[in-house]
């Protein structure tokens, strides 16, 4: 079976500072891999996607960035944290030769920068 | 675009009680539905999905919904509510991209159940 894993699951960080977000699935292979982030009270915004190694994209401009060195390897980074990137981390993962069906979520990093 | 209204952020109910969570849709085309349940700090998980089959969807945990494609709803419904149905619900259409996945959410129900 499928699973997925995030870590970390809780962080602090000063503004400022760097961060590294990691998500790997293990059980499929050439999954389609997002980061979404959820803010306080709000719904679900797409970040990154990435169809394959190597290939991100960005939905949205920002402070972060995207990487997948490996096929079922999904990390989140940024050099310099700032308040607005507070807030709830999810990876998820649908298999790429499936279409119009559900993505599969990890457990999340909560992050608060202060 | 396709797009999704969750017209309540909030619900209240008593435990025992029908669960009703409304959900509208935009779309071009015939659409894949699905709802997600999220408690604290967790992540999310899938409750039911529709993908163009019988209108009436059942999930897990007794929830359904029905696809209504006159009035573009897909609300989501439970008999009876137990307190552990306490917790965040995201109405979510998904969209194809170039043979690129991606899913849009609403902005959540937040539902409470009172003993």
């Known amino acids: 079976s499928q699973t997925i894993h995030q870590w970390p699951a809780t962080l602090v960080q000063p503004v400022g500072s760097p961060l590294s977000l990691e998500c790997t699935v293990e059980?499929?292979?050439?999954?389609?891999l997002y980061w979404y982030r959820q803010a306080a009270g709000r719904g679900l915004q797409l970040l990154f996607y990435?169809?394959?190694?190597?290939?991100i994209s960005s939905e949205v401009p920002q402070n972060l960035s995207a990487s997948r060195p490996q096929d079922r390897q999904f990390i989140l980074s940024s050099k310099k944290l700032l308040l607005s990137d507070s807030g709830f981390y999810l990876c998820a993962w649908v298999p790429t030769f499936r279409t119009y069906n559900e993505q599969f979520f990890g457990p999340g990093t909560r992050l608060t920068v202060l | 675009a396709q797009s999704v209204t969750q017209l309540d952020s909030h619900v209240s109910v008593s435990e025992g009680t029908p669960v009703l969570l409304r959900c509208n849709y935009s779309?071009?085309?015939?659409?894949?539905l699905f709802w997600y349940v999220q408690h604290p700090n967790k992540g999310l998980q899938l409750l039911l999905k529709y993908t163009s089959a019988a209108t009436l969807v059942k999930g897990i945990n007794g929830f359904e919904a029905e696809f209504k494609k006159s009035e573009t709803s897909f609300h989501l419904t439970k008999p009876s509510a137990h307190m552990s149905d306490a917790a965040e619900y995201f109405c979510v259409v998904s969209e194809m991209n170039t043979g690129f996945q991606k899913l849009v959410f609403g902005t959540g129900t937040r539902l409470l159940v009172s003993p």
């Open positions: 059980g499929t292979s050439n999954p389609n």
């Open positions: 779309s071009s085309y015939s659409p894949s």
């Open positions: 990435s169809v394959g190694i190597g290939q």
